[in-house]
């Protein structure tokens, strides 16, 4: 009883036994009940048809007629007099005079009546039908009807009754074949496939299933599937990326260290060594801050808090926090806001986004090139725009910039400094906001950096 299969079976076989129970009684009750009452309306109208030719043309030739008209027939006919004594009888052997002697002592009967109806017991029913002739001449006529006829219907309609059973019984058990075909095997499959799910194989392929609640289910777990494997694959690309990324600085810091602590090394020599290891040192902290950071946006641990700053002082006071860097490699920044209007965001998070934005714009850059920070209302969004004149994008590749540990030429960046977590963290922090960041750029020319945010709650 363990598989739906069998659980479904039994309650719409419980289901099915019971309706077909009761419209089978019913049926075969109210069947039955028409059948003997059209028996029962068939010998009132006979008897009541001989009766009304007697009255009508009474004589010994109309009695013999109406006896006549009964012989070897299924019924039988019985005229008495007024006295009780028989004056014509189709009965030759007197059988029913004995089995019904009873009936002839006890007619009381002013119209029409069944005086007999026991078909199940007793071998005929019977009716009465008084009759009066003018003058004192009065009496019944007694009609028998065998009940042959109607118990052999009963017998046959118990036989077809239970041969339908039969049948039901056989669709029903094609009906739970044809059940656990299309119903439970696909549950069974998808049973399969979450196990394989939980024990980390996500090479779940479930076939196509119908469009209904099953189909929707097996639809949700090949998805769920797809996910988890992409998941997978993009942790263990992630893993081996840090992996590289830590791997470098410590090579530096573990190999200049050596060199560093060579005795009869000159002081200059020895200070150029360790401002490299100085300078691995800071980057590999700036890559661990950025992978937790990374790390807390993926457990959604933070927490944007929005509230309304003024736009202007807030971009001038980023601009002066950038200026020595832009001046030491003789870079304009150039602040356009023309108006001071208010900002609805996170002042920290949102500083962030900026200042990672203006790094990188330096970074990328030649020397005495201007990059430009421009911020203004446009109905009921802002937009923030970083433009510089640096190197550009590969048109190819700026939808990819935004994956983590994704950099454009790779091999250049590692001298830029760049981990490919920076626009990761940016585009992360700028949904968190509700906004979008878009790019345009092109190689060679340099890029605009695009940030929408909503002005208002």
């Known amino acids: 009883m363990n598989r739906i299969s069998t659980k479904l079976a039994m309650y719409f076989f419980l289901a099915v036994l019971i309706m077909q129970s009761f419209f089978m009684y019913y049926l075969h009750q109210n069947m039955i009940h028409t059948r003997v009452e059209e028996e029962f309306s068939t010998l009132l109208v006979n008897g009541a048809n001989h009766r009304d030719v007697l009255i009508e043309n009474y004589s010994d030739m109309t009695i013999q007629h109406i006896v006549l008209m009964e012989e070897h027939k299924v019924r039988e006919v019985m005229i008495i007099n007024g006295t009780g004594d028989i004056i014509g009888s189709s009965d030759k052997s007197s059988m029913l005079l004995e089995e019904y002697q009873f009936l002839l002592s006890d007619l009381d009967q002013e119209k029409d009546t069944i005086l007999v109806s026991d078909w199940r017991n007793s071998p005929y029913i019977v009716s009465a039908h008084p009759y009066r002739i003018k003058g004192d001449q009065s009496g019944y006529i007694l009609m028998f009807q065998s009940t042959d006829s109607m118990n052999q219907m009963v017998d046959d309609m118990n036989t077809h009754f239970v041969i339908a059973g039969i049948t039901s019984f056989i669709v029903l058990f094609m009906i739970y074949a044809l059940l656990s075909k299309v119903l439970t095997r696909p549950l069974i499959q998808m049973k399969e496939a979450t196990q394989k799910l939980s024990k980390g194989d996500f090479d779940v392929r479930l076939p196509y299933a119908s469009k209904d609640e099953l189909g929707e289910l097996s639809s949700s777990i090949q998805k769920l599937a797809n996910d988890l494997e992409h998941l997978k694959n993009e942790r263990n690309e992630f893993l081996a990326s840090i992996a590289h990324e830590l791997s470098t600085p410590l090579t530096y810091l573990i190999g200049y260290s050596k060199v560093a602590m060579r005795k009869g090394l000159a002081d200059k020599e020895r200070n150029y060594y360790l401002d490299i ?39 001038q006071n980023i601009c002066k926090l950038v200026a020595p860097s832009y001046e030491t490699k003789k870079m304009r920044l ?16 949102l500083e962030q986004i900026i200042l990672n934005l203006l790094d990188n714009a330096l970074k990328y850059s030649n020397e005495n090139a201007q990059v430009t920070l421009k911020a203004y209302q446009r109905g009921k969004e802002t937009i923030i725009s970083v433009t510089d004149t640096g190197m550009g994008i590969p048109a190819g590749e700026t939808e990819f910039i935004f994956e983590k540990l994704y950099r454009v030429e790779k091999s250049r960046s590692r001298a830029y400094g760049g981990s490919g977590m920076g626009l990761a963290i940016v585009k992360e922090l700028v949904e968190a906001h509700g906004g979008r960041i878009e790019v345009e750029s092109k190689l060679g020319e340099g890029s605009t950096f695009t940030i929408t945010l909503q002005s208002e709650v």
Not at 291 to 314: I, Q
Request: glycine residues 4%; hydrophobic residues 40%.
């Open 334 to 349: 150039h602040l356009v806001c023309e108006e001071d209007f208010q900002l609805y965001a996170d002042s920290l998070r």
């Open 277 to 315: 290891i100085g300078e691995e040192s800071e980057r590999m902290k700036n890559l661990v801050k950025d992978l937790l950071d990374l790390a807390r946006m993926d457990e959604t641990s933070f927490t944007v808090s929005k509230s309304y700053f003024g736009a202007y002082p807030f971009l």
